[in-house]
């Protein structure tokens, strides 16, 4: 699921303060917190998106270095009566639960009990092409079982309980949308596969594997579930938004639709020990976490860009490993940058406006450095809002075109907007011996279009910043 709608008004993020992690066992409390410079760009970041979108809280926590560094909850967790949001608030985190089902599976391949190579069929009986869709199929969104939730709102049969098998009998026991292995097509319904085979192997409830295995070695004390019923007060309520209406209470999917797909929920902290565990190759075997964060090939040989419940994206020679989720009233980004020990994780308790993808987008922003163009163009952004340009970056050409006059324009127009908060390429093209390169430049309310071209020796022949449409 993942609707996406827009807001603007002012949220108030007081009365909040950053706490550290409950932290226990082998997880370590705050060895080296943020730096207090980024410690309050960070506190800005949330309060200009939440002011820019509507969105009542969000909740922020960021391993640096392999270690915790910072958890801060921004707004409210509920809007009548007002709750503040803290960082011990939970949240569905939504198809972000569907990696926790991936390792559950992973535990039980390497207690011998399952292979990833193992048809569906084997545990789960009448599923179309069971006896050759295999569990890394199902895992990876390669099998060709249509998704049942493709929707971005509740339709009208989620309201009412339902069952696994129901799921099943309505999306799985139906013709493929395409052969196995062929295409990647998001699709819940095999994470709904997923948890049943982990029921049936290992006896016992998903949940109750989960917390037995995962939750409880790690010391993720405050996981729960959302699926049987919604989360109670102090724990965040789920809102959303109608057009340019109000902000109003989501509706709630009925029980049984969450299943092995995005039935979990916890708090960003509890979420940031899992995060700690993959950086650190913990808990699960190195050849499980190698075969979960490994993008799966189809049968043409491409790349899926799609582990096994991980997004698996590779962006100027740096692996992320991400996912993202959305309920009915909630949002959430967790990313994991293993390389380089990082990983930031943003819930909201809203389904409209992107907040947890702004947040996480200009935190880590902030705390990864810039390479390539991207770094030429970050440097250049922050001298023309000083008024400046380094002569040295630049062709004759450029050193030509940046007069006195325009650099008084730049640092006159571009120092009010405070920060730049993310460059966001948009494409690059070659043309007449030189590569533009386009940017989205997005600084506390505003967003720019900047372009710029490079020779063949890296030298700015062009760099132009100016409105965006729309």
Do not use: C
Request: proline share 6%; no cysteine.
């Amino acid at each position: 699921m993942g609707a996406y709608r827009m807001r603007r008004r002012t949220v108030l993020a007081g009365g909040v303060l950053a706490s550290a992690l409950a932290l226990t066992g082998t997880f370590p409390a705050f060895a080296a917190p943020l730096s207090p410079d980024k410690a309050r760009e960070v506190d800005a970041i949330a309060a200009e998106v939440l002011a820019a979108t509507g969105a009542p809280s969000a909740s922020v926590a960021i391993v640096e270095d392999g270690e915790p560094v910072y958890a801060k909850a921004y707004g409210l967790a509920r809007l009548s009566p007002a709750v503040p949001a803290t960082t011990s608030t939970r949240y569905g985190i939504a198809s972000v639960s569907k990696q926790f089902t991936a390792a559950a599976i992973l535990l039980l391949v390497e207690d011998g009990k399952v292979s990833l190579d193992d048809p569906v069929g084997r545990y789960v009986p009448g599923l179309t092409d069971g006896d050759r869709i295999t569990l890394r199929q199902v895992l990876s969104h390669t099998a060709g079982y249509r998704d049942y939730w493709p929707q971005d709102f509740v339709f009208e049969a989620m309201r009412a309980p339902t069952t696994q098998q129901k799921i099943l009998d309505g999306w799985a026991r139906i013709p493929l949308d395409y052969p196995p292995g062929e295409q990647w097509r998001y699709s819940n319904t095999g994470f709904v596969i997923a948890g049943l085979v982990v029921e049936k192997v290992a006896g016992e409830p998903l949940f109750a594997f989960l917390k037995r295995r995962i939750f409880d070695p790690l010391g993720m004390s405050g996981v729960t579930e959302d699926d049987s019923k919604a989360l109670s007060p102090p724990d965040a309520g789920h809102y959303t938004r109608y057009g340019l209406g109000p902000v109003v209470a989501a509706d709630k999917e009925g029980p049984g639709w969450l299943f092995g797909a995005a039935e979990l929920a916890m708090s960003p902290s509890d979420l940031a020990r899992w995060n700690w565990a993959m950086i650190r190759r913990e808990l699960l075997k190195p050849a499980s976490w190698e075969a979960m964060t490994t993008s799966v090939e189809l049968s043409s040989g491409a790349p899926a860009g799609y582990g096994l419940g991980v997004s698996v994206k590779v962006r100027d020679g740096v692996t992320s490993i991400s996912h993202g989720g959305m309920l009915s009233g909630v949002l959430t980004s967790n990313t994991v940058w293993p390389g380089e020990k990082r990983a930031v994780t943003v819930v909201s308790n809203a389904d409209f406006g992107e907040p947890q993808t702004a947040i996480s987008q200009r935190i880590a922003f902030l705390l990864r450095p810039s390479t390539g163009a991207t770094a030429t163009a970050r440097t250049l952004v922050a001298q023309l809002q000083a008024g400046t340009i380094d002569q040295a970056l630049l062709t004759a050409n450029g050193k030509a075109w940046f007069t006195a006059a325009r650099l008084a324009d730049f640092k006159r127009s571009l120092f009010p907007l405070g920060p730049l908060r993310m460059l966001e390429g948009q494409g690059v093209q070659v043309r007449g011996g030189m590569t533009w390169h386009g940017f989205d430049a997005a600084f506390g309310g505003r967003t720019l279009s900047v372009s710029m071209r490079l020779t063949p020796d890296g030298r700015v022949e062009q760099f132009l910043i100016g409105p965006k449409a729309g």
